[in-house]
């Protein structure tokens, strides 16, 4: 484990929480380790790998794949266990999986990986309705399989399935419950033109390159978060340029045959990337990545109308270390037209730790200092609801009860370990509304019905704490506790406290 960051790691909230703990789960750096606003995410949070830049390629921690720790990803595609072709170096059958050598040598290899994640939620007043709690048993299990073909060509396929029974469950949406969807399947073909790496890969896969807040693919459901379409980059040692164009997927909770491409959004755009030299700061591993984005959604709903939204995002992502501080800070302004009128949002995120002491494990305390702006959505004239479009949804409430919207929250927190193994974060977190014309948002990105008639500006107080165990490298538990204090923003419209509680563990190979 290595130092926490704040937002990446949120991203994670599983993965990286079966890998590093943290608790509002941060951003990644360059270092793996547990965090709070992460990769945390999301498996539910982390940070990572703490590899210097290196002279010829951009380094791995920063071409916007997620956090890779222990040699895991979320994105199991992300992994690199070429090392394990030499058999002295596999210390078990399963290490005999991670590479299946066809022919050539090695030159065509099979690696095989898989998760088993067994997973308790229990709600208090679900909905922040005063009603009996809910309880959620979830069982998730991925199996994918890494094709390679030569050093060029590269296959990657991936299944999931995910069960959910409980009490009071509702609705039971297709990413909890599912018998049998296509999660990942894709083709890559990569190369070096004139020493620039170059790569393109099309089919349907996760993406995680930009700030953790925005889009990640969000461990905390049963599966992924996914898209379908292309992603091509380029790669230099200082430099890197990715371009994507993308529809969500649309899982049905059947089998393989009603999961789709969504026909309603389209993400594009261009991520780019830029290693600070290490120099300043006395030493640093920093990045610098710009960003240009561009969500197009037929079926955008802000207050009671839908109409078409087509969104713009400009933003720069500054993240890494710089000696013992770690910061994750995100400016983002957001244009566009939604229903003829004009879009003017911005989101300003900025996730900072500093480290005390000098082991790899030493204790961490940071805060969290987020705006969000808000208001038009239930009026006319210019839209100012910002908008994180596909982000880590746990990052302000385990409960889901909180997205970027119409949001301002300062969060301190702390992360420690006790006995070695055991990680430990603590958070709590102030939440107000930027504006009181407007609502509170859930995850989703659906309004609490009713807040925006109410004055208040106080959303909430969240306590939050987050437990991480690995008992190996492969399987670890997690143990996540909320307890939500309903500020005037919500109790005037009538919406109650609530307690959460969690425990899972993960076995992935």
Known sequence: MTPITIR???YAASFAASTLPTLAMAQTSPAPAPATKANPGAKDVSSTAEASPIAESYPDAAIGDGVTAGGYNQSRWAEDWSKLRDPAKRKDIVDQLKFISLAGDGDVYLTLSGEARLRVNQTTNPNLRDSEAQRQDILRLFGGADLHVGEHLRFYGELAHGTLEGRNLGTALPNLRNKLAVQ?????LTGTVADVDVGVRYGRQTFADGPNLLVVPRDNNTLFFGFNGFRAWARTAGVRADVFDFKPTAYGNGGTQDDNAESA?????????IVVPETLFGGSKLYVDPFLWRLRNRGQVWGTTTAREERSFYGLHIWGDAGPVNLD?????????YDDRSIKAWLVLLAQTYKLGDKKNAPRVGFHADYASGGGAYGNGTLRTALAPFGNNIYYSYQLFATPTNLVALAPNV?????????????YQRSWRDTTSD???RANGTAFAGTQNFGGK??????????VYPFT???SFTGRYEHLIAGPALTNAGYKNSDFLAGWISYRF
């Open 184 to 188: 990942q399947a894709f083709v890559d």
């Open 473 to 475: 490298s492969r399987l």
């Open 265 to 273: 959004r389209r993400f594009s755009g261009i991520s780019t990337g």
């Open 415 to 427: 992360t420690f370990s006790v006995f070695d193994k055991l990680r430990l974060t603590a958070e």
């Open 329 to 337: 800070w995100t400016i983002n302004y957001q244009g566009g037209r």
């Open 439 to 441: 609502a509170v948002y």
């Open 8 to 10: 990446r790691m949120a």
């Open 458 to 467: 106080k959303i909430a107080d969240t306590l939050r704490f987050q437990a």
